[in-house]
């Protein structure tokens, strides 16, 4: 019999990516993902960037308060030496590591683990944010996810960043970022 594609890969690994913009659930798709893993008691380990610190210290918590506890880290090398044990490792916004992520995942599927890897696929230019549009590349498994247009109530695939400012990166929530679709996105001046 042959199984159809959607079905779990046996006997290797493999990248799933949940990609898309603020609000749209990717952090509770991930957890999601995990607490299924943990009853099915698969060893996983979870890991946030130091730089994400919004809603906890020691966790990832999405939007709607859900959480769990995570292994926090500078670097995605470091995920690499503290995962050996785990069979599900899941990375919280991964767009806030640079392209050693892809290297990283990529070798931990190859060593037969499973990578759950969420993050921004566009920043508030609705540019590509690197490394999650690698990621995509790579990965067995994609999942875009969509938030609701706080102007028109259309699918939302953008971040709005409601300030004007240069950098790049900028680290909030609802206090400097909204959902918006197409239409209603504009790059701030700045």
């Known amino acids: 019999m042959i199984n159809p594609p959607h079905f779990t890969p046996q006997n290797t690994g493999w990248i799933e990516v949940i990609a898309g913009c603020m609000f749209s659930g990717k952090t509770e798709e991930l957890i999601r993902r995990l607490r299924r893993a943990e009853i099915a008691k698969q060893r996983v380990m979870i890991f946030k960037p130091k730089i994400d610190n919004r809603y906890s210290e020691y966790e990832i918590v999405s939007h709607s308060e859900q959480s769990m506890k995570a292994v926090i880290v500078n670097s995605a090398q470091e995920i690499y030496e503290q995962a050996k044990d785990a069979e599900v490792i899941g990375i919280d916004e991964g767009q806030f590591f640079d392209d050693e992520l892809v290297k990283v995942c990529n070798r931990l ?34 999942t875009k996810t969509l938030a609701i247009c706080v102007v028109c109530g259309n699918p939302a695939d953008r971040t709005q960043r409601k300030i004007a400012t240069g950098e790049r990166v900028l ?19 700045g």
């Open 109 to 142: 599927a190859d060593e037969g683990k499973r990578v759950i890897v969420a993050g921004l696929d566009q920043d508030y230019k609705g540019e590509p944010f690197e490394p999650i549009p690698k990621l995509l590349a790579v990965a067995e498994y994609i």
């Open 171 to 189: 680290v909030g929530a609802t206090d400097l970022y909204e959902a918006r679709c197409r239409k209603c996105h504009y790059i701030p001046e």
